[in-house]
Structures are given as structure tokens and as C-alpha cells.
């Protein structure tokens, strides 16, 4: 039931494939999820991080969902170093989440998704499972331990966050 926005820091990066491939892969994905074109924000490699910071501000968000900040990757570091810039004003919960390049990321929190939805959506990537970007495997394995974690059911599979920062009102 939230509106959602998502933001893609290098519209233009070229080395995990064709970025007009790209665009309509992630097309495709937020049609699924249910989210608006126009909630599709598309960055460049020429984009400096306060401009990215500026727009996603005007966006008045309440949660930030981004990279974790330990991941190996150099642009997801960038994404949640961006991303913590954006939560940084006090009603803005903040939440981390593992890319398949995280490392030393234990989530706390624990949400349980369809694996169904999950599976089209991350099928509409075609080019990042066929480069490696996305392991369909790697992140079914991961999710269904995650699921583990908060259920018995055999079926249970959850996505894992860490909580950077979140008010609970009491």
C-alpha cells in the first residue's frame, strides 16, 4: 500500500549490458510491482551525488530502502551512502538490504514475501542474469533461510533488512 519511487543511480552504465535493454527490463519490473512510470527516477554516471540527494528529497520519502553500507560493490556503496544522506532528517526511517555482492550483513528485521511475485519480477532482468549481476539460485537460497529464520512453514521465504535507523512510537 505504499507509493513507491525507485532510483536508478547509472541509467547510462554500460557494462552489465545495453542501457535501452536495461530501461525496458525495469520497465517491465515496476509495471509488475504495481508502480507508476513516473516513479521510475533515472540517474547518470555524470550526476553528482547532491543533485541525486536534491531530487529524492523533493520526494518528501518516509522510508529509505538501500544498499547496505558494507557491500563490496563501489556503486552500491554509493547508492546507500545516498540513500543515508536522503534519511538523514529525524521522521525518515532508514533500512538496509543485501545486494548479492553484501558482505558482513546480518539483517534483523525480517519480512515475508511471495517468492512467485519476487521470481517475475527479478525475470524481467534478462540481461543481469545472463551477465551474473542477478543468481536467481543464490538469492532463492538466501531468502528461503531468511524465511526460516521467521517461520516454520516449509514454503516461508523473507527478505532481510537492517535497520539504520526507525522511530517507534510507543
Not at 520497465?27 to 551525488?49: A, E, Q
Not at 554509493?78 to 534519511?87: P, T
Request: aromatic fraction near 8%; glycine fraction near 6%; proline fraction near 3%.
Amino acid at each position: 500500500g505504499d507509493l513507491v519511487y525507485m532510483s536508478v543511480l547509472y541509467g547510462d552504465e554500460f557494462r552489465t549490458g545495453n542501457p535501452d535493454d536495461r530501461l525496458l527490463e525495469q520497465y517491465r519490473s515496476i509495471k509488475l510491482m504495481g508502480i507508476p512510470k513516473n516513479h521510475l527516477l533515472i540517474n547518470s554516471s555524470t550526476d553528482g551525488d547532491c543533485d541525486i540527494i536534491s531530487r529524492l528529497d523533493k520526494i518528501h520519502p518516509d522510508i529509505i530502502y538501500t544498499h547496505h553500507e558494507d557491500d563490496t560493490h563501489q556503486d552500491h556503496r554509493r547508492c546507500s551512502a545516498i540513500g543515508q544522506s536522503v534519511g538523514r532528517k529525524a521522521r525518515i526511517t532508514t533500512m538496509f538490504y543485501a545486494g548479492a555482492s553484501a558482505s558482513s550483513f546480518s539483517p534483523t528485521v525480517f519480512v515475508s514475501i511471495d517468492f512467485r511475485k519476487k521470481l517475475k519480477v527479478l525475470n524481467c532482468y534478462k540481461s543481469q542474469k545472463s551477465c551474473g549481476a542477478i543468481n536467481i539460485e543464490r538469492v532463492k537460497r538466501r531468502e528461503h533461510y531468511w524465511g526460516t529464520m521467521i517461520s516454520d512453514d516449509p514454503d516461508c521465504y523473507a527478505e532481510g533488512f537492517i535497520i539504520h535507523k526507525m522511530e517507534i512510537k510507543i
